[in-house]
């Protein structure tokens, strides 16, 4: 039994220097949940035989933090596919308004040749857009 309690204090130590590095950033939690879960795998060969001692040193390797930590790198990896989601999101939506806003205007320009006595408010009730997208557009082409 000597040698199990030798074992948890080694995995103690190794679990110590992990949280250390963690928490200066010298390693991600991805990277320390994964020496954990191996050196976890490796108690379950050496001690297959040894109930208490597999016990023991998974007891001080963290079984209950690994899945916290494993479910705030899930949490950070969906923050972080939210976040480029709506980049994304923002770039097709700028994309799609240019569009619009390129084709709205030369629908104007054409109405406006086709039809120089129309009024503003003629012309963006037709065009179902706002007297101020018409009065742009006309300015811009200078008509």
């Excluded at 040894?50 to 916290?68: H, P, T």
């Amino acid at each position: 039994m000597r040698i199990g309690w030798k074992l948890k204090a080694e995995y103690g130590r190794v679990r110590a220097r992990l949280e250390a590095l963690s928490e200066s950033q010298k390693i991600d939690e991805y990277t320390k949940c994964t020496i954990i879960d191996m050196s976890n795998k490796v108690v379950e060969h050496i001690a297959a035989k040894y109930d208490q001692i597999r016990e023991g040193v998974k007891s001080v390797m963290g079984g209950k933090v690994l899945d916290y930590e494993a479910k705030t790198i899930r949490n950070e990896g969906r923050q972080e596919g939210i976040l480029k989601g709506r980049q994304e999101g923002i770039l097709k939506g700028r994309q799609e308004g240019i569009q619009e806003g390129i084709l709205l205007t030369g629908k104007i320009f054409q109405k406006v040749k086709s039809n120089p006595g129309y009024k503003n408010e003629q012309l963006a009730k037709e065009l179902g857009c706002t007297v101020e997208d018409v009065k742009s557009a006309r300015k811009m082409f200078g008509v």
